[in-house]
């Protein structure tokens, strides 16, 4: 369980960087090449949905300055440890104002280690 959680530190170390530098490439490092996303908040009737090969370039470049943190509440070990689902909540600090959100995530462990399969953000606002 402790490599899961030193992946999770990694990745989102990886956003802070792929903030800073506008360039998502360290991000996807972490992704599956089957990677599916969806985000959503409650004005939305339906999740939008993303794949491997969205503008992560583009997302990251709509953002000034910025930082993520995330903050496990439970970790799921699944598939005789070749899967966790995990669940926790993660905080955008945008230009000095709070996000939130609740995320789900599934983590494969493929042949270049941990990658992320699947994930679900839903804001909180």
Known sequence: ??????????????????????????????????FVGYWAHSNMEKPDEYGYDYDLDGVLQQYGQAEKSFVPVSIVERKNRKECLVLGRETNVIEGKPYTAQCMFVWRDEEEGWKLLREYIELER
């Open 1 to 34: 369980m402790d490599d899961i959680q030193n992946i999770l530190k990694k990745y989102f170390q990886a956003w802070n960087n792929g903030l800073i530098s506008k360039d998502g490439d360290e991000i996807r490092r972490f992704m599956s090449k089957n």
